[in-house]
């Protein structure tokens, strides 16, 4: 079946920087759009990021704009967000999403989230 396991997630610093790591499996990774999502206590579910099936295209919630860059691995299934500037706001629990055709609302596949405390 399908699984997307994120990895990553911790305690940091406002300023400072984390790496998640989504590795996928149970589907044909290379065909998929890659995405990730978050949700802050209180609030709701939001998108952060978004790749196309080969790389070559990626969008960005304004928040996170310059700060945040997606990527992806085909050969390792794996998809990659590298959080920098990182500020309290961020604090969120990340989720890696997954669909066949592209990341709208409402992606296929999600996973179960990694969580991301950015201290002040």
């Known amino acids: 079946q399908v699984q997307l396991v994120e990895s990553g997630g911790g305690l940091v610093q406002a300023g400072g920087s984390l790496s998640l790591s989504c590795a996928a499996s149970?589907?044909?990774?290379?065909?998929?759009?890659m995405g990730w999502f978050r949700q802050a206590p209180g609030k709701e579910r939001e998108f952060v990021a978004r790749?196309?099936?080969?790389?070559?295209?990626?969008n960005y919630a304004d928040s996170v704009k310059g700060r945040f860059t997606i990527s992806r691995d085909n050969a390792k299934n794996t998809v990659y967000l590298q959080m920098n500037s990182l500020k309290p706001e961020d604090t969120a629990v990340y989720y890696c999403?997954?669909?066949?055709?592209?990341?709208?609302?409402?992606?296929?596949?999600w996973g179960q989230g990694t969580q991301v405390t950015v201290s002040s």
């Open positions: 999403v997954a669909d066949p055709l592209r990341i709208g609302v409402r992606p296929r596949y």
């Open positions: 149970g589907f044909t990774f290379r065909n998929y759009a």
């Open positions: 790749i196309n099936w080969s790389g070559a295209t990626t």
